[in-house]
């Protein structure tokens, strides 16, 4: 490949939304930050979902049509413990909460709209399952840069609710206030959110990370460890940019072709994985390192992430793999009921977290 074509393809993967739907961007309306209410989900509502009038087989045979039968509800919530979710009406987040009820979590969603946007709300379209996984979830209305908000989250302490035994940060946005660029958040969020004009990496990215971990320790210094008796479980959403003064290139990458604004947002990111694998003994870090996510069924992400998988197969070091966000989140779920998961996970250890699952 000549040098004119290497510099270009160079250009290409790093100019491209290096983050297409990574996180949850946040979203206007802004709602009172001091609310923090309950929305949508009950069990019960859940289960009178799924309740439905059957005939029955009598004795001899014949067909009863008196017997009603009361069906199980599949995403009923589980007994595994609850997970908190920052950012859980999200792409990603809101993937993550579904795929944790699947697996038996309870789980509970903290984001500023509350519930999803309705495109991603049960509707004529989807199937009831999936209607039934979203009203399984307690979504919250809340804003993370209040750590007020997440902390009166898991202080709510009822005698019929399990403890939370994990938490997922999912928050984040690729184009922030002052990139120049924030309006195109519509078209590469994969919630379609649309950040404050005066939104900053460090306002959305670290500070609700640092709140989320700084309620997350006190909570599991009060539980004596985590959930479970030993360290509680800390997800954080990074990138694979992150890593790039790890590998080769990487460092050049940055500094001659990473945008301004790109540099920034590594920079966030950097600072809270740094805080996350200080010294911890309260938490497990395990941070997720994903290049783009994309999903099949969201055609307008396929050409940047096609883009991205040339560059991988090339072997050039600095570009990762994308992963759907399908096998990212059920590797989330995956490695917090692993106590061996700690640390930076990249495509490679997604692939392995979702091989041990199947």
Do not use: C
Request: charged share 20%; net charge neutral; no cysteine.
């Amino acid at each position: 490949m000549s040098t004119k074509i290497t510099s270009l393809l160079l250009l290409t993967l790093v100019l491209l939304p290096t983050s297409i739907v990574r996180v949850d961007a946040f979203s206007t309306p802004v709602p009172n930050t001091n609310l923090v209410v309950p929305s949508r989900s009950s069990s019960s509502s859940s289960s009178s979902s799924l309740a439905s009038t059957a005939a029955g087989s009598s004795e001899d045979g014949g067909v009863r049509d008196d017997v009603v039968i009361e069906k199980k509800n599949p995403f009923a919530k589980g007994g595994k413990g609850r997970i908190l979710v920052l950012g859980g009406s999200g792409f990603l987040g809101g993937t993550v909460a579904k795929r944790a009820i699947l697996e038996g979590y309870s789980v509970t969603s903290l984001s500023r709209r509350g519930e999803p946007p309705p495109a991603e709300s049960p509707t004529s379209s989807t199937s009831n399952d999936d209607g039934i996984l979203l009203n399984s979830i307690d979504y919250r209305i809340g804003d993370a840069r209040d750590i007020n908000s997440i902390r009166s989250i898991l202080n709510d302490d009822n005698d019929d609710q399990q403890p939370y035994i994990a938490i997922v940060h999912a928050i984040g946005l690729l184009f922030d206030g002052d990139s120049g660029i924030g309006n195109f958040n519509r078209f590469v969020s994969g919630s379609g959110s649309i950040p404050e004009d005066n939104s900053t990496y460090d306002d959305i990215t670290r500070v609700t990370a640092f709140n989320a971990i700084d309620a997350a320790e006190e909570y599991a210094a009060k539980l004596g460890g985590g959930g479970g008796g030993g360290p509680l479980p800390f997800v954080f959403t990074s990138a694979a940019e992150a890593g790039w003064p790890d590998v080769r290139g990487g460092k050049i990458v940055e500094r001659t072709l990473a945008p301004e604004w790109l540099r920034r947002y590594l920079s966030a990111k950097r600072t809270v994985e740094k805080r996350l694998l200080a010294n911890n003994d309260l938490l497990r870090p395990i941070i997720f390192r994903p290049s783009l996510i994309y999903s099949l069924d969201r055609v307008a992400s396929l050409p940047p992430v096609g883009a991205f998988f040339v560059g991988n197969r090339l072997g050039l070091p600095f570009v990762d793999r994308p992963v759907t966000v399908q096998s990212l989140s059920f590797a989330v779920v995956r490695a917090i009921g692993d106590g061996g998961v700690r640390g930076v996970q990249r495509y490679m250890e997604i692939d392995e977290l979702n091989k041990l699952g199947r």
